[in-house]
């Protein structure tokens, strides 16, 4: 591993784990005994190279967020996907969470939600094909396309895409 990819990788396991220590029982992050963080979601900026990182403020109305894909098509637009800790019921099936497309067109000062509505007729046949959006790629500003991601084994799993109008 390169040396700046060393000192990058281990900043972001600082900060991961100080942050992780500061929001335990929060639903934000998750430590094991030993301490080790294994899951964090939150987003965090670097306007030093990654010296120092500062964490954004996510909506209030996006309850336990799990994200899992990243995609910055300028310096100012930044789409974060992933799902919340919202119920959503598809046919006769109540899943526990849903899909949530979080962004951003001012560098991070402020950050919006985007939902999906899941056609109630949709095929679901596990109760598990609409849980989270996976990947992101936003080929120009505000345009993006992302995958959806169920639980292994789910028959079927989205394609999600956002075009918000220029103006």
């Known amino acids: ?23 335990q029982g929060f639903g934000g992050a998750h430590v094991c005994s030993s301490g080790a963080v294994t ?3 939150v987003v965090a900026v670097s306007s030093d190279g990654g010296r120092s990182w500062t964490p954004e403020a996510l909506p209030g109305d996006v309850p336990n967020p799990q994200l899992n894909g990243l995609a910055c098509p300028s310096a100012a637009e930044c789409w974060v996907s992933g799902s919340e800790s919202i119920p959503q019921k598809i046919g006769s099936t109540l899943d526990e969470g849903s899909p949530v497309l979080l962004g951003t067109t001012d560098a991070g000062a402020t950050w919006s939600k985007v939902t999906f509505a899941v056609a109630p007729t949709a095929p679901n046949p596990t109760g598990q094909s609409y849980l989270t959006i996976g990947a992101i790629s936003c080929p120009s500003a505000s345009v993006c396309v992302a995958k959806g991601s169920g639980a292994q084994g789910a028959d079927v799993s989205p394609v999600y895409s956002l075009v918000i109008p220029p103006g």
């Open 1 to 23: 591993m390169a040396p700046a990819v060393r000192t990058i990788s281990q900043t972001e396991s600082r900060i991961a784990a100080t942050w992780a220590r500061k929001t």
């Open 39 to 41: 899951e964090v979601s």
